[in-house]
């Protein structure tokens, strides 16, 4: 059966699109028939993260009844099949979010999984994308705005009926004035089933257009991702953890 989650946050910026590219890219490698699909309507940028060429058909083509949401699914070299949204101002002029739910039903079926790449805010366009999806994957950083505005989404998935699959806890930099995870799991009320620390790696990735998975697949940060997605699919897996120590960093720089 096809899990449809959507990824979504309240704030902007704390890594909804990165925990997409990167989780959809782990479940296909660990075989899970994934698809991931921009409901970011607004800005859309799933496709720069994961490094698909600019593609005839979009979400919005389909939203606007123009095409099938098969014309519009790219399949990544990975095998991860990808739905951009269109990037010119006249896509969004003339979509509206409104048949998300009739078209996210279409992708139901086939695939394991459908990987949601939601806007921030509870605008209309969230809103539609949670409610249209099954599951809630909620992405925050360990710091007060962005729980809070995590918290009002969770709120709104659980008045819509959308169960809410755990917390990504993205950005962590284990200083001391950051929110520790227990701390976010009383204030969110939900599990954190991924921590993800701060790392410059994940940026590099994005600068090759690449999710980190794909760019270093074996790096601590890939790792953690990876065992993320093990856990959803039901997979074993035991990531490996361990950070580089000082020589094998200046080593890697050299490289
Ligand atoms: N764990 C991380 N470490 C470092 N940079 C990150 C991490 N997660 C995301 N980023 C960076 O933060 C920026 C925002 O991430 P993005 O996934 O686009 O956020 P959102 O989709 O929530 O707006 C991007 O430049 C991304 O590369
Ligand atoms: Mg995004």
């Given at each position: 059966m096809t899990r449809l989650i959507c990824v979504s946050s309240g704030k902007g910026g704390v890594g909804k699109t990165?925990?997409?590219?990167?989780?959809?890219?782990a479940l296909s490698q660990f075989g899970a028939d994934t698809v991931v699909l921009d409901a970011n309507l607004t800005n859309p940028n799933l496709g720069f993260h994961i490094g698909i060429p600019l593609y005839p058909k979009t979400l919005h083509d389909v939203l606007k009844g123009d095409a099938h949401i098969t014309e519009a699914m790219y399949i990544h070299d990975s095998g991860l099949r990808v739905v951009p949204a269109g990037l010119s101002v006249e896509d969004l002029r003339d979509t509206s979010?409104?048949?998300?739910?009739?078209?996210?039903?279409?992708?139901?079926?086939?695939?394991?999984?459908?990987?949601?790449?939601?806007?921030?805010?509870?605008?209309n366009e969230s809103i539609n994308a949670i409610e249209a999806s099954d599951e809630l994957l909620v992405v925050t950083n360990p710091n007060l705005p962005a729980v809070t505005d995590a918290l009002k989404t969770v709120n709104v998935?659980?008045?819509?009926?959308?169960?809410?699959?755990?917390?990504?806890?993205?950005?962590?930099?284990?200083?001391?004035?950051?929110?520790?995870?227990?701390?976010?799991?009383?204030?969110?009320?939900?599990?954190v089933v991924a921590e993800i620390p701060h790392h410059e790696k994940v940026e590099e990735?994005?600068?090759?257009?690449?999710?980190?998975?794909?760019?270093?697949?074996?790096?601590?940060?890939?790792?953690?991702?990876?065992?993320?997605?093990?856990?959803?699919?039901?997979?074993?897996?035991?990531?490996?953890?361990?950070?580089?120590?000082?020589?094998?960093?200046?080593?890697?720089?050299?490289?």
């Open positions: 990165t925990t997409t590219a990167n989780i959809g890219a979010p409104d048949n998300l739910a009739d078209v996210l039903l279409d992708t139901v079926g086939e695939p394991d999984f459908v990987l949601v790449d939601s806007a921030a805010g509870l605008g998935a659980e008045e819509a009926g959308t169960k809410i699959m755990g917390v990504v806890l993205n950005m962590v930099k284990g200083h001391d004035s950051e929110l520790d995870t227990s701390e976010v799991e009383s204030m969110i009320g939900y599990e990735a994005l600068s090759m257009k690449k999710p980190v998975v794909h760019h270093e697949p074996d790096h601590h940060v890939s790792e953690r991702f990876k065992g993320a997605a093990a856990d959803m699919a039901g997979f074993e897996y035991e990531p490996d953890l361990t950070e580089p120590g000082l020589f094998e960093q200046l080593l890697g720089r050299f490289r």
